[in-house]
């Protein structure tokens, strides 16, 4: 039995384990839980735990800030810690074992305090991390077959569900935020309103084909290709798409729009892989964009991704941006352990760093293309990741509710529809905060074909 199924098949049998031993290591995860804890706690906000047991008080007293309080609903909540470290609190928060004042400050002061907390790892939690590290990379989890179920578990929820949450183009991406908006604190600090989100995407879209040095009468080449947006925008500018995706569900959500956009003379949606790309594709395309979709590749095809964006370029005039979330060079790795996000939204991604794509990008193609800009807009995803955390909220409507239940009967359970819906608001504030502290960044890289300059300037 490997330690992911050990720790699946506690919670999983919990209720059927003698009271006796489950109360056993549910007292034992709490004292060593509570000792990491007075620990650990150095800085930033106290925590005040509320439990069967009464208050019980952590971390520095700070008379400016008040106490982040915990009520805990089920002790199960510290065997999860224990056997999981962050992923376990994730986990407890969908299932409902605690209750906080604010998630968001919770998740701060984890982040703020990450270097002292080390005492909420154990050798369980540490080999489990390592392990889901060496799965992902030597596994094939980013095969051809799995590529393709990673899409359908992330994407093919349910084109209704993320029209709930999602502007009204579709773009489950960073969007750019202008001073119209009152800029990436505008939501906090004049309200938003309606329209906000849908201007923010069509600018950070324009912002994408611009840096492609896009005309009209290009070709362009997307993989990912979401529900068409990006492709539809370029349409409009009189170029020839041709767009590729994994997901059923996108490639019939953008054909209609393309459809209904009068472009399908112009715009094309390929169901595909990107290693199995129609061979008319050779040296056909004046453009490549890719919007947050290379964490998906891995690194152990990250050459193959390269050489295909070379094999589809012109030899000359040729522009490829890609944009991915990153983690800073210092924390790079290509052993990238399992986490909330690659457990429950996006199976075994790996995020690249700013040097390590434009690295494998002179290591893979030498001589073939040049690094023209790089660009970090991590400072704007809170307020998109805030802005999608509304929008869910004021959707979940009983009709949602009726259309995810129809589809996924398993969500007719009272329990495992908070637990989907905590699931998604955990993962809006998980990432704002990663952004928010530049834990995680977002950068955009625009490589080009050498001596391809982008304005006639002499």
């Known amino acids: 039995m490997d330690l992911s199924t050990a720790r699946s098949l506690y919670f999983s049998t919990n209720n059927v384990l003698s009271r006796w031993t489950s109360g056993i290591i549910q007292q034992?995860?709490?004292?060593?839980?509570?000792?990491?804890?007075?620990?650990?706690?150095?800085?930033?906000?106290?925590?005040?735990?509320i439990d069967h047991d009464g208050e019980h008080h952590f971390g520095p007293s700070n008379a400016k800030l008040p106490p982040i309080t915990l009520k805990v609903q089920n002790d199960n909540i510290w065997a999860r810690i224990l056997l999981s470290h962050d992923l376990g609190v994730a986990e407890a928060y969908m299932h409902g074992d605690f209750e906080v004042?604010?998630?968001?400050?919770?998740?701060?002061?984890?982040?703020?305090?990450?270097?002292?907390?080390?005492?909420?790892?154990?050798?369980?939690?540490?080999?489990?991390?390592?392990?889901?590290?060496?799965?992902?990379?030597?596994?094939?989890?980013?095969?051809?077959?799995?590529?393709?179920?990673h899409v359908e578990v992330s994407y093919d929820v349910s084109n209704e569900f993320y029209e709930c949450f999602l502007s009204t183009e579709m773009m489950y991406s960073c969007a750019i935020w202008g001073e119209e908006e009152g800029g990436v604190r505008g939501d906090l600090e004049q309200g938003s309103t309606p329209g906000d989100l849908e201007a923010a995407q069509l600018r950070k879209v324009r912002h994408i084909l611009r840096s492609a040095r896009l005309r009209p009468g290009d070709r362009l080449l997307e993989i990912g290709s979401g529900w068409g947006a990006m492709a539809i925008e370029a349409g409009r500018m009189g170029c020839e798409v041709d767009t590729v995706t994994l997901s059923v569900e996108q490639k019939a959500w953008a054909d209609q729009r393309i459809a209904d956009?009068?472009?399908?003379?112009?715009?094309?949606?390929?169901?595909?892989?990107?290693?199995?790309?129609?061979?008319?594709?050779?040296?056909?395309?004046?453009?490549?964009?890719?919007?947050?979709?290379?964490?998906?590749?891995?690194?152990?095809?990250?050459?193959?991704?390269?050489?295909?964006?070379?094999?589809?370029?012109?030899?000359?005039?040729?522009?490829?941006?890609?944009?991915?979330?990153?983690?800073?060079?210092?924390?790079?790795?290509?052993?990238?352990?399992?986490?909330?996000?690659?457990?429950?939204?996006?199976?075994?991604?790996?995020?690249?760093?700013?040097?390590?794509?434009?690295?494998?990008?002179?290591?893979?193609?030498?001589?073939?293309?040049?690094?023209?800009?790089?660009?970090?807009?991590?400072?704007?995803?809170?307020?998109?990741?805030?802005?999608?955390?509304?929008?869910?909220?004021?959707?979940?409507?009983?009709?949602?509710?009726?259309?995810?239940?129809?589809?996924?009967?398993?969500?007719?359970?009272?329990?495992?529809?908070?637990?989907?819906?905590?699931?998604?608001?955990?993962?809006?504030?998980?990432?704002?905060?990663?952004f928010a502290r530049a834990y995680s960044s977002l950068h955009c890289w625009t490589f080009a074909r050498p001596e391809n300059v982008a304005v006639v300037c002499s």
């Open 101 to 149: 004042s604010s998630l968001k400050d919770l998740l701060n002061m984890w982040l703020d305090n990450r270097d002292t907390l080390t005492g909420l790892q154990n050798a369980f939690s540490s080999s489990l991390a390592f392990y889901s590290a060496l799965a992902i990379n030597a596994l094939g989890r980013h095969t051809l077959k799995m590529s393709r179920v």
């Open 28 to 49: 034992y995860a709490r004292s060593w839980a509570f000792s990491a804890l007075k620990g650990g706690l150095k800085v930033g906000r106290s925590l005040v735990v």
């Open 261 to 434: 956009a009068g472009l399908t003379d112009r715009v094309r949606v390929h169901l595909c892989d990107y290693r199995k790309l129609p061979p008319a594709f050779e040296k056909s395309f004046d453009a490549f964009v890719s919007c947050e979709m290379i964490e998906a590749v891995g690194p152990s095809h990250m050459k193959t991704y390269l050489r295909m964006i070379d094999w589809a370029m012109k030899r000359d005039r040729a522009t490829a941006v890609i944009t991915a979330t990153c983690q800073p060079d210092f924390r790079y790795s290509d052993f990238q352990q399992d986490d909330f996000s690659r457990h429950y939204h996006w199976p075994n991604c790996h995020l690249p760093s700013a040097l390590s794509l434009a690295n494998a990008v002179q290591n893979t193609l030498p001589g073939k293309f040049v690094l023209a800009s790089l660009e970090d807009h991590g400072i704007h995803y809170p307020r998109t990741l805030r802005e999608w955390d509304r929008r869910l909220e004021k959707n979940w409507t009983p009709a949602l509710i009726a259309t995810l239940q129809d589809r996924y009967p398993h969500l007719r359970s009272e329990d495992s529809l908070r637990a989907f819906k905590a699931k998604w608001h955990y993962i809006f504030v998980y990432a704002e905060v990663g």
